[in-house]
T-cell receptor, first 117, second 113 residues
Framework: DVKVTQSSRYLVKRTGEKVFLECVQDMDHENMFWYRQDPGLGLRLIYFSYDVKMKEKGDIPEGYSVSREKKERFSLILESASTNQTSMYLC????????????????FGPGTRLTVL | RKEVEQDPGPFNVPEGATVAFNCTYSNSASQSFFWYRQDCRKEPKLLMSVYSSGNEDGRFTAQLNRASQYISLLIRDSKLSDSATYLCAVNIGTGTGRRALTFGSGTRLQVQP
């Protein structure tokens, strides 16, 4: 079974703090993703990575950065946390495209519920 | 218009009922389709992929209608344990530029005794 783990289930930080969210997957997946999920807005893609040291912006990258130094690990960084970044953060991973060119399903970690005071 | 749209519900149905959800997508180049289930305060978990010819897994049937650009999920003989939010996910699949899935906001199902 694919296992995606996230460093914390719950996190409370203060405005202006630098926040690191870590994600590790154990299935040698090429692709890793960071989403945030808010009531009424659903899952929104922040950043994704399709290889070590490669990253691409998602739909809402402002205020975030990412790092992928090793294939199994993808970190999300909030440079200066703000109250509007209070949210559930979900990491996911997926394997490379299938033979038909379609992309495979994503597997999610348990999520980190971040509160910024 | 959102790329992927779902009726948020809630759908309140009695045990044993049949219930269906639809999910529309805007990009005709979309290639991969999935249904996820998400329980309260938990992560989404894959329920089933959606194949062009339609597919079934026990009480669950998924279908794809490319002409009208929607996917559907049918749940037969609903159980209390089916109560959850069901998310559809779509991937455009245009090379490295878009490997992510785009998710609908989810449809909440509440099965009542």
């Amino acid at each position: 079974d694919v296992k995606v783990t996230q460093s914390s289930r719950y996190l409370v930080k203060r405005t202006g703090e630098k926040v690191f969210l870590e994600c590790v997957q154990d299935m040698d997946h090429e692709n890793m993703f960071w989403y945030r999920q808010d009531p009424g807005l659903g899952l929104r893609l922040i950043y994704f990575s399709y290889d070590v040291k490669m990253k691409e912006k998602g739909d809402i990258p402002e205020g975030y950065s990412v790092s992928r130094e090793k294939k199994e690990r993808f970190s999300l960084i909030l440079e200066s946390a703000s109250t509007n970044q209070t949210s559930m953060y979900l990491c996911a991973s997926s394997s490379s495209p299938n033979r038909g060119g379609g992309y495979n399903e994503q597997f999610f970690g348990p999520g980190t519920r971040l509160t910024v005071l | 218009r959102k790329e992927v749209e779902q009726d948020p519900g809630p759908f309140n149905v009695p045990e044993g009922a049949t219930v269906a959800f639809n999910c529309t997508y805007s990009n005709s180049a979309s290639q991969s389709f999935f249904w996820y289930r998400q329980d309260c305060r938990k992560e989404p978990k894959l329920l089933m992929s959606v194949y062009s010819s339609g597919n079934e897994d026990g009480r669950f049937t998924a279908q794809l209608n490319r002409a009208s650009q929607y996917i559907s999920l049918l749940i037969r003989d609903s159980k209390l344990s089916d109560s959850a939010t069901y998310l559809c996910a779509v991937n455009i699949g245009t090379g490295t530029g878009r490997r992510a899935l785009t998710f609908g906001s989810g449809t909440r199902l509440q099965v009542q005794p």
